[in-house]
């Protein structure tokens, strides 16, 4: 059975930081395409950007450009999402999910096969 989870999330003032992990069970994440999104109250989910499986390029959003940046612990075995500067409407529940290399081509959310439970994410003060 595919398991993912992230891992990290909690109470953030804003202007800080973030950093959330996702990490398999009984696999490796490290041939696939691994993305990160959000989905904030009454919103839909969004994608922030996502990691290649093939080369570990990465590609964002235009609203998480500059602002977040996605790469592989190889030593955790996971991957991770750092986000800086946060806002209060950063506030969601963040997932992480996998694909292969067409997820990675087109982020969108339908191509990622597998999904983490989420975890919560409050910016406040």
């Known amino acids: 059975q595919v398991q993912i989870a992230e891992s990290g999330g909690g109470l953030v003032q804003p202007g800080g930081s973030l950093r959330l992990s996702c990490a398999a069970s009984?696999?490796?994440?490290?041939?696939?395409?691994v993305g990160w999104f959000r989905q904030a109250p009454g919103k839909e989910r969004e994608i922030i950007g996502c990691?290649?499986?093939?080369?570990?390029?990465?590609d964002y959003a235009d609203s998480a450009k500059g602002r977040s940046f996605i790469g592989r612990d190889n030593a955790k075995k996971s991957v991770y999402l750092q986000m800086n500067n946060l806002k209060d409407d950063d506030t969601a529940i963040y997932y992480c999910?996998?694909?292969?290399?067409?997820?990675?081509?087109?982020?969108?959310?339908?191509?990622?096969?597998?999904w983490g439970q989420g975890t919560q994410v409050t910016v406040s003060s």
């Open positions: 999910a996998i694909g292969d290399d067409s997820a990675f081509q087109s982020l969108d959310i339908s191509d990622f096969d597998h």
């Open positions: 009984g696999f490796s994440l490290d041939y696939y395409a």
């Open positions: 990691i290649s499986g093939i080369d570990d390029s990465t």
